[in-house]
C-alpha cells in the first residue's frame, strides 16, 4: 500500500515526472488564484466535503442536492463501510510501526468492529470486512517491515527514526484546509509521499467486475 516497487520508480522518474513538466496547466486553473474566477467559489457561506464534488456514487448528482439543501444525512450501506474501516485499518497500521506500538490485527478489531454500522449489518458483511481488513492491516505492516530493514541495511548506523522518515516517507490522514476554494477546511489526504511529492487516494471495489470506475480520476484535493 502505497510503496512503489522497481518498475514503478522508473515510470515515476523517466516518464511520469517528464510528462507532467511538459504538460501546462493554465495559470487561472491554479490554486493560488483562488479568489479569481474560475476558481473562486460561488458561495462564500458553504464548504463541502471533496467526495461530494468528485464521486459518482449517485449518477444524477442528487445526491448533493440532498444533502446540502434538504439537509438529508446519507445511509452507510455496506460498500461505505467496508472502505471506511479499511481505510482505518490502513492509517492505523502505519501510525502503529511509525511510532513502534504494533498490536494483532484481533486486538485491533475488537477495539473498531462497534464502529462498524450500516443499516443491512450481517454476520455474513460483517465477517466480509473483517477479511479484507485483516488481510489489509497484514499486506501494510508487512511492506513497513520490508521497507525498513532494507533501509537499515543500507544505513545501518542511522537512528531509527531518519530509517522510518526515509524508508516509509508518507503523511498518513494529513489534514489540509480546502476553504479557499469553497471546499471543507478538514480535508483529509489517505496518503502524502513527501519526498516523492505523490498524493495518494485509497479506494476499495468489490470485485475486478464493479462498476464504479469513475475514482480512478479522483484528485485528492
Given at each position: 500500500m502505497y510503496f512503489l516497487d522497481e518498475i514503478e520508480r522508473k515510470r515515476l522518474v523517466r516518464d511520469l515526472l517528464?510528462?507532467?513538466?511538459?504538460?501546462?496547466?493554465?495559470?487561472?486553473?491554479?490554486?493560488?488564484?483562488?479568489?479569481?474566477?474560475?476558481?473562486?467559489?460561488?458561495?462564500?457561506?458553504?464548504?463541502?466535503?471533496?467526495?461530494?464534488?468528485?464521486?459518482?456514487?449517485c449518477p444524477t448528482n442528487r445526491d448533493v442536492?440532498?444533502?446540502?439543501?434538504?439537509?438529508?444525512?446519507?445511509?452507510?450501506?455496506?460498500?461505505?463501510?467496508?472502505?471506511?474501516?479499511?481505510?482505518?485499518?490502513?492509517?492505523?497500521?502505519?501510525?502503529?510501526?511509525?511510532?513502534?506500538?504494533?498490536?494483532?490485527?484481533?486486538?485491533?478489531?475488537?477495539?473498531?468492529?462497534?464502529?462498524?454500522?450500516?443499516?443491512?449489518?450481517?454476520?455474513?458483511?460483517?465477517?466480509?470486512?473483517?477479511?479484507?481488513?485483516?488481510?489489509?492491516?497484514?499486506?501494510?505492516?508487512?511492506?513497513?517491515n520490508a521497507q525498513y530493514h532494507n533501509a537499515h541495511s543500507k544505513q545501518p548506523y542511522a537512528s531509527e527514526e531518519d530509517i522510518k522518515s526515509t524508508s516509509i516517507p508518507f503523511l498518513i490522514e494529513h489534514r489540509i484546509d480546502g476553504s479557499l476554494l469553497g471546499l471543507s477546511g478538514l480535508l483529509g489526504i489517505d496518503c502524502y509521499d513527501y519526498l516523492r511529492g505523490i498524493v495518494f487516494d485509497l479506494k476499495t471495489i468489490s470485485s475486478s467486475r464493479d462498476k464504479e470506475r469513475w475514482h480512478r480520476l479522483y484528485p485528492s484535493f
Amino acid at each position: 500500500m502505497y510503496f512503489l516497487d522497481e518498475i514503478e520508480r522508473k515510470r515515476l522518474v523517466r516518464d511520469l515526472l517528464p510528462l507532467s513538466r511538459k504538460t501546462g496547466v493554465s495559470e487561472e486553473l491554479r490554486g493560488w488564484n483562488w479568489h479569481e474566477a474560475p476558481m473562486k467559489p460561488y458561495y462564500d457561506e458553504e464548504e463541502i466535503p471533496m467526495y461530494l464534488v468528485c464521486s459518482r456514487y449517485c449518477p444524477t448528482n442528487r445526491d448533493v442536492f440532498l444533502n446540502k439543501v434538504e439537509q438529508i444525512e446519507p445511509v452507510i450501506n455496506f460498500k461505505v463501510s467496508q472502505g471506511i474501516t479499511i481505510h482505518k485499518a490502513v492509517s492505523q497500521a502505519f501510525d502503529m510501526f511509525i511510532k513502534g506500538d504494533v498490536i494483532d490485527f484481533e486486538r485491533w478489531w475488537e477495539d473498531n468492529k462497534h464502529k462498524i454500522d450500516y443499516p443491512d449489518k450481517d454476520e455474513k458483511g460483517i465477517k466480509t470486512i473483517y477479511r479484507r481488513a485483516e488481510k489489509t492491516w497484514d499486506f501494510t505492516l508487512h511492506n513497513c517491515n520490508a521497507q525498513y530493514h532494507n533501509a537499515h541495511s543500507k544505513q545501518p548506523y542511522a537512528s531509527e527514526e531518519d530509517i522510518k522518515s526515509t524508508s516509509i516517507p508518507f503523511l498518513i490522514e494529513h489534514r489540509i484546509d480546502g476553504s479557499l476554494l469553497g471546499l471543507s477546511g478538514l480535508l483529509g489526504i489517505d496518503c502524502y509521499d513527501y519526498l516523492r511529492g505523490i498524493v495518494f487516494d485509497l479506494k476499495t471495489i468489490s470485485s475486478s467486475r464493479d462498476k464504479e470506475r469513475w475514482h480512478r480520476l479522483y484528485p485528492s484535493f
